[in-house]
């Protein structure tokens, strides 16, 4: 079964730039979370998606969206960049939720010059 | 605001020895918490979790405890191995609604 998979690997973008990163989950999950990782703050719940609907959402401003297709992929949008969204941005899937083990995708690492 | 804190960020363990990594929470309304294991280049990978329900859960080499009075988890690993080094993660849900991480510890298990 393959895992989840996340593109790009790398991504460079200047600060006002807006970014677009892709997440396809393990089939036949249904529940995509996306979480930012930065030095010293771990990694931070950004939302979460279950049939192509937002269930959850952590404290990220408006900036930061998401969607997620039928087929249960996802996308995570990031408007108007700072320097300061430069982090590993993970996604994980599960087949019904938060409610069980997630499962990670390598992230997609994101510098903001 | 940090609702789960690892207050070490490294940690290292001779190789044989028991490792432990601790966890402190705030929101007494978590109900399950979760350890994960992340390598470098890697996304972080699913341990061993517990239910707040229990005090302790065990897998092999891995025992998690449960102090619900204090807000506090800790992890057991014996014994360590060089393969066990890694950052790890601890996680505590609420409600299937807010999933929370703390800000890692390294362990480096010295050979």
């Known amino acids: 079964k393959a895992g989840v998979t996340q593109t790009p690997r790398y991504l460079i973008k200047t600060r006002g730039q807006q970014v677009t990163l892709s997440c396809s989950p393990i089939s036949g999950h249904r529940s995509v979370s996306w979480y930012q990782q930065t030095p010293g703050q771990g990694l931070q719940f950004l939302f979460e998606?279950?049939?192509?609907?937002?269930?959850n959402k952590g404290n990220f401003p408006g900036r930061f969206s998401g969607r997620q297709f039928s087929n249960s992929r996802s996308e995570m949008n990031v408007s108007t960049l700072e320097l300061g969204d430069s982090a590993l941005y993970l996604c994980?899937?599960?087949?019904?939720?938060?409610?069980?083990?997630?499962?990670f995708g390598s992230g997609t690492q994101l510098s903001v010059l | 605001d940090q609702q789960v804190k690892q207050n070490s960020p490294s940690l290292s363990v001779q190789e044989g020895r028991i490792s432990i990594l601790n966890c402190d929470y705030t929101n007494s309304m978590f109900d399950y918490f979760l350890w994960y294991k992340k390598y470098p280049a890697e996304g972080p990978t699913f341990l061993i979790s517990i239910s707040s329900i229990k005090d302790k859960n065990e897998d092999g080499r891995f025992t998690v405890f449960l102090n619900k009075s204090a807000k506090h988890l800790s992890l057991h690993i014996v014994p360590s191995q060089p393969g066990d080094s890694a950052v790890y993660f601890c996680a505590a849900r609420r409600n299937n609604n807010d999933m929370r991480f703390g800000a890692g510890t390294r362990l480096t298990v010295k050979p």
């Open positions: 994980a899937s599960s087949v019904t939720g938060l409610n069980e083990k997630l499962f």
């Open positions: 998606y279950f049939s192509e609907t937002q269930r």
